[in-house]
C-alpha cells in the first residue's frame, strides 16, 4: 500500500489550508487504496481572516499546526518529525495559508522564501525521485522548493504565472479539469480553486493530480 505524506497550512482558504481541496485529497487517496499522513510547521499563522467577512481579526493569533489539526481529525504530524523515506510521494493542497504559512509568497510575491522544514521536506521527496502533487496556489512555491525549470500550473491568472516564470518556473495555463505535469521532475499540478467554481469543478481536476501522483509513486 502506498503512503503518502500531505502538507497542510492551517485550516480555512483565506488563512489556511482550502478545505474542500484538502479533503477530496484525502477522499480520493483513500478511494485510491492509499495511506496518508498529514503534517504541518508548528509555526504561527500570519495572521486570523474572519472568513465571513474576509477581512483579519486583529489581535488573534493562531498556530498552523493546531489549526490544520482540525482538517486531519487530530491525526497529525508536525512536519519537522517528517522523513521522506517513510512515504511513496508528497501533496500539497492550496489555499492561502500555503502562500502565507508555508511560504511568504502573499507578500513578497517572487521575492518569496518558504518555511525551511516544508523546503527540506520536498527537497528530500525531489531528490529521491518521489513524485510531488500541489494544487490551487501552492505551486508558486515549486521554484523555491524544487528548483528551476520544472513546468507547472495555476490556472490561467497572468500575474501570479509571471512570477513563477520570474523565479525560474515555467508555467502552462491550464483548465479545471486538467494537470499539468513535469515528467522529468515528477511534478503534477492543478489548478482546483484558483478556477473553479463549485467543488464538482474542484474535484474533477484533483481527482486526475491525486490519480497520477500515485501512478508515478
Do not use: W
Not at 497550512?9 to 495511506?35: K, N, P
Not at 515549486?142 to 518556473?169: S, Y
Amino acid at each position: 500500500m502506498k503512503k503518502v505524506a500531505v502538507i497542510l497550512s492551517g485550516c480555512g482558504v483565506y488563512d489556511g489550508s482550502e478545505i474542500y481541496e484538502s479533503v477530496l485529497t484525502l477522499l480520493r487517496l483513500e478511494q485510491q487504496g492509499a495511506e496518508y499522513q498529514c503534517m504541518a510547521p508548528d509555526v504561527p499563522q500570519l495572521h486570523v481572516v474572519d472568513h465571513q467577512s474576509g477581512e483579519p481579526v486583529p489581535g488573534e493569533s493562531r498556530n498552523v499546526l493546531q489549526e490544520a489539526a482540525r482538517l486531519a481529525r487530530g491525526r497529525i504530524i508536525d512536519i519537522g518529525t517528517a522523513s521522506a523515506a517513510d512515504y511513496d510521494a508528497l501533496i500539497l493542497p492550496g489555499g492561502f495559508g500555503a502562500a502565507k504559512n508555508l511560504s511568504d509568497f502573499a507578500l513578497k510575491g517572487d521575492q518569496c522564501t518558504v518555511n525551511p522544514q516544508v523546503a527540506a521536506l520536498a527537497r528530500a521527496f525531489h531528490d529521491a525521485g518521489k513524485p510531488v502533487g500541489l494544487m490551487c496556489i501552492a505551486p508558486t512555491m515549486i521554484p523555491k522548493l524544487l528548483g528551476q525549470g520544472i513546468r507547472c500550473t495555476i490556472g490561467e491568472d497572468a500575474e501570479v504565472a509571471g512570477a513563477i516564470e520570474r523565479m525560474g518556473g515555467v508555467h502552462q495555463a491550464c483548465g479545471v479539469d486538467a494537470i499539468v505535469e513535469d515528467t522529468g521532475a515528477k511534478v503534477v499540478t492543478t489548478p482546483a480553486y484558483m478556477l473553479a467554481g463549485s467543488i464538482l469543478e474542484a474535484q474533477s481536476g484533483i481527482n486526475k493530480l491525486i490519480d497520477r501522483v500515485l501512478e508515478l509513486a
